[in-house]
């Protein structure tokens, strides 16, 4: 195996969920999903240098809130990785962070992916792809896609990934909410808002898929879905001004980003976007603003 002497650094990005079908809860306490994933230009840096032993770092917005011990996902990556090829995990783990904290955009999914890419060719084990993501699929059920990017229709937890084509870029605004909404507990409001009704099989929407694969913006916009986003609003109200906010300034579509609480819209062109951004920043419904694009390539060495 080569081992890089010098630190690595990867670049890994967040996600939008442009649809989010969930089915009803299974025996293990998770829920199947039809989960349309698209990666978008707001970025992690995981970055890995030799150490005695295992350390967590933490800097950027929010980073208070990120855990900097071995509950970590990426610590727990460089742990999952290593156990495999018979290594101690002494590295270093600095995730200098501008995906939004606990916000539905897998912030923490990306730091898992980028820490195991970055110690692959750290430790030079040679893991193949095939590797990597059965590792990814152990640590959570969006870490898989943070590794590979672009679009991908997610079944199973979200973890069994099939690619779709993108046939152009979309531009989408993203309003970060105060405080973060725990995974869990949007899945058990979801699960009580529908009581005893009968849950159909998750499945991803044609057109949405068409929608991606002709870069259709306005097609995307009539077929975005997220079967959490009632739970969402259920636990948070607030969230439903941000939305009414974004969607009066002129977006094609606004929704809850996978369990929230940051909220996505998207815009028919870039001017569009930044209007819609400008409307959101001086509406007071939200704590910041930022403004990307779609699709973005995954866990990346830089």
């Given at each position: ?74 610590a727990r990556a460089a742990i999952a990785l290593a ?220």
């Amino acid at each position: 195996m080569t081992r890089s002497p010098a630190p690595v650094t990867v670049r890994v990005p967040a996600k939008v969920n442009v649809q989010l079908a969930v089915g009803g809860p299974r025996p293990d306490g998770f829920h199947d999903l039809a989960n349309v994933f698209l990666a978008v230009g707001l970025y992690d840096e995981v970055t890995v240098t030799p150490a005695d032993e295992l350390l967590i770092t933490v800097a950027g917005p929010d980073a208070g809130q990120v855990p900097a011990d071995a509950s970590n996902l990426a610590a727990r990556a460089a742990i999952a990785l290593a156990a495999r090829h018979g290594l101690e995990p002494r590295v270093h783990i600095h995730i200098a962070k501008d995906i939004p904290v606990a916000g539905g955009m897998a912030g923490g999914s990306a730091d898992a992916a980028g820490a195991l890419v970055a110690c692959d060719a750290l430790w030079g084990t040679g893991a193949s792809r095939e590797e990597l993501l059965a590792i990814c699929a152990e640590l959570g059920s969006d870490v898989p896609f943070s590794l590979v990017g672009g679009a991908a229709l997610g079944r199973g937890r979200g973890e069994l990934l099939e690619p779709l084509e993108t046939g152009g870029a979309f531009h989408w605004v993203f309003a970060v909410a105060d405080g973060g909404l725990s995974t869990p507990e949007v899945y058990r409001e979801c699960d009580r808002l529908r009581g005893d009704a009968a849950v159909p099989e998750p499945e991803a929407s044609a057109a949405l898929v068409e929608a991606l694969r002709a870069g259709d913006a306005v097609a995307l916009a009539g077929a975005l879905a997220n079967d959490l986003q009632p739970a969402a609003l259920s636990l948070r109200p607030s969230l439903a001004a941000t939305l009414a906010a974004g969607t009066e300034a002129g977006a094609l579509a606004a929704l809850v980003s996978g369990s929230g609480p940051t909220t996505a819209f998207l815009a028919k062109d870039a001017e569009s976007a930044h209007a819609v951004a400008g409307a959101l920043a001086a509406s007071g419904t939200c704590r910041a603003v930022r403004v990307t694009t779609g699709p973005a390539r995954g866990a990346t060495v830089v």
